[in-house]
């Protein structure tokens, strides 16, 4: 959350944004953004473990390019929401 990988880009009603975490990190060179083929996600920032993705939404639904990512990366990740993992973070840093 520190890294802030969405600074500077509005969030619109067409879009999420999202984070994969990769099971092993990538070395990966990538000119950012890269955007897939078809346009529908916009990979804006990444480490050797995640991926940040813009989701451009088509009636409403995401597309189909994400399989383009993970092929390029050739590593099982799973994927969630920005907002979402934001609310994973602050439950796992609650005092109990």
Do not use: C
């Amino acid at each position: 959350m520190a890294l802030d990988p969405f600074a500077g880009i509005d969030l619109r009603p067409d879009m999420r944004f999202s984070v994969s975490f990769l099971a092993e990190p990538v070395a990966v060179e990538t000119t950012l953004p890269h955007k897939t083929p078809k346009g529908d996600f916009e990979l804006v920032a990444m480490t050797p473990n995640e991926l940040f993705v813009v989701w451009y939404l088509v009636a409403g639904r995401p597309g189909n390019g994400y399989g383009h990512l993970e092929r390029k990366y050739g590593v099982p990740a799973t994927t969630r929401f920005w907002h979402t993992a934001a609310k994973i973070l602050a439950a796992a840093t609650q005092p109990s």
